[in-house]
T-cell receptor, first 117, second 112 residues
Framework: GAVVSQHPSWVICKSGTSVKIECRSLDFQATTMFWYRQFPKQSLMLMATSNEGSKATYEQGVEKDKFLINHASLTLSTLTVTSAHPEDSSFYICSAQGTSGGIGTQYFGPGTRLTVL | KQEVTQIPAALSVPEGENLVLNCSFTDSAIYNLQWFRQDPGKGLTSLLLIQSSQREQTSGRLNASLDKSSGRSTLYIAASQPGDSATYLC???????????FGSGTRLSIRP
């Protein structure tokens, strides 16, 4: 149980286009979802926290107008990178927290590799 | 502000050796500490989670210890195997509702 999926697993796009990444909790309800970014050989950095039905809370230095997060249901959150540029190329990982596991347990998705040309 | 540091950044050892990975954190007021494994280009696999009231956790060949007062944790891997090659991340939380703070990881390579 407690599986989190991400789609797509990798994406290549041209500079200036927008890319949407989906994060789904497959067998539990995720009241909270987290989006992380990981640059090569670096650790995960939290970008934003989203609670179902409310606006996401962004970490300092993360542009909310560039990284649009929608958490419209208890099993789905999306991250849209708008007007992507090469510096946005990174590994994006989501995690979900909710009705599975102990209090506060987060389950991580497999990640999405974004390459912006 | 909580900071998590992992030393060494990279480690290469021959197969069969026992090894220790280190993690230190600056604020001892933590809720729990977790060790993850990450294979290249992949997501995270949770290995061990230690609650603040616990001193250690064991799973198979892995043993993680926690010393909150000194702000340290170690991950002990016994009888290492090539399949153990991965990046190991240490992470802490201040509460069940707070964000996870990750260390920079240790890239482990086990030589056959």
């Amino acid at each position: 149980g407690a599986v989190v999926s991400q789609h797509p697993s990798w994406v290549i796009c041209k500079s200036g286009t927008s890319v949407k990444i989906e994060c789904r909790s497959l067998d539990f309800q995720a009241t909270t979802m987290f989006w992380y970014r990981q640059f090569p050989k670096q650790s995960l950095m939290l970008m934003a926290t989203s609670n179902e039905g409310s606006k996401a809370t962004y970490e300092q230095g993360v542009e909310k107008d560039k990284f649009l997060i929608n958490h419209a249901s208890l099993t789905l959150s999306t991250l849209t990178v708008t007007s992507a540029h090469p510096e946005d190329s990174s590994f994006y990982i989501c995690s979900a927290q909710g009705t599975s596991g102990g209090i506060g347990t987060q389950y991580f998705g497999p990640g999405t590799r974004l390459t912006v040309l | 502000k909580q900071e998590v540091t992992q030393i060494p950044a990279a480690l290469s050892v021959p197969e069969g050796e026992n090894l220790v990975l280190n993690c230190s954190f600056t604020d001892s007021a933590i809720y729990n500490l977790q060790w993850f494994r990450q294979d290249p280009g992949k997501g995270l696999t949770s290995l061990l989670l230690i609650q603040s009231s616990q001193r250690e956790q064991t799973s198979g060949r892995l043993n993680a210890s926690l010393d909150k007062s000194s702000g340290r944790s170690t991950l002990y891997i016994a009888a290492s195997q090539p399949g153990d090659s991965a990046t190991y991340l240490c992470a802490v939380r201040a509460s069940s509702a707070s964000k996870i703070i990750f260390g920079s990881g240790t890239r482990l390579s086990i030589r056959p």
